[in-house]
Nanobody, 126 residues
Framework: QVQLVESGGGLVQAGGSLRLSCAFS????????MGWFRQAPGKERDFVAA????????YYADSVKGRFTISRDNAKNTMYLQMNSLKAEDSAVYYC???????????????????WGQGTQVTVSL
């Protein structure tokens, strides 16, 4: 069974940076597309970024484009989200997810992801 464990969340001032990690175990990491989603209190879970199984293609939500960078290390079974120039509106619980389908904008669809982590809290203070 696939397990995903996020880490790296915390409290940061606006304009600061954080790097989230998602450790994958249980199956072959390198065949899964991976994604980051986030959910703020009282809001729906939103797509943030995704990366294809090979690492050769990425896709971002408009709200984070140019500030966040998704990457993966298939040798370490780990995915990352480098978050720069953080804003208060980036505050949320961040979830990583693994799935087998989707290309480009299609990777933003949560229904394509079969496995989810428990989430890590990111809080950006003014």
């Amino acid at each position: 069974q696939v397990q995903l464990v996020e880490s790296g969340g915390g409290l940061v001032q606006a304009g600061g940076s954080l790097r989230l990690s998602c450790a994958f175990s249980g199956r072959a990491f390198s065949v899964y597309n991976m994604g980051w989603f986030r959910q703020a209190p009282g809001k729906e879970r939103d797509f943030v970024a995704a990366i294809r199984w090979s690492g050769g293609s990425t896709y971002y939500a408009d709200s984070v484009k140019g500030r966040f960078t998704i990457s993966r290390d298939n040798a370490k079974n780990t995915m990352y989200l480098q978050m720069n120039s953080l804003k208060a509106e980036d505050s949320a619980v961040y979830y990583c997810a693994a799935g087998r389908g989707g290309v480009g904008a299609g990777m933003a669809l949560p229904e394509l992801y079969n496995y989810w982590g428990q989430g890590t809290q990111v809080t950006v203070s003014l």
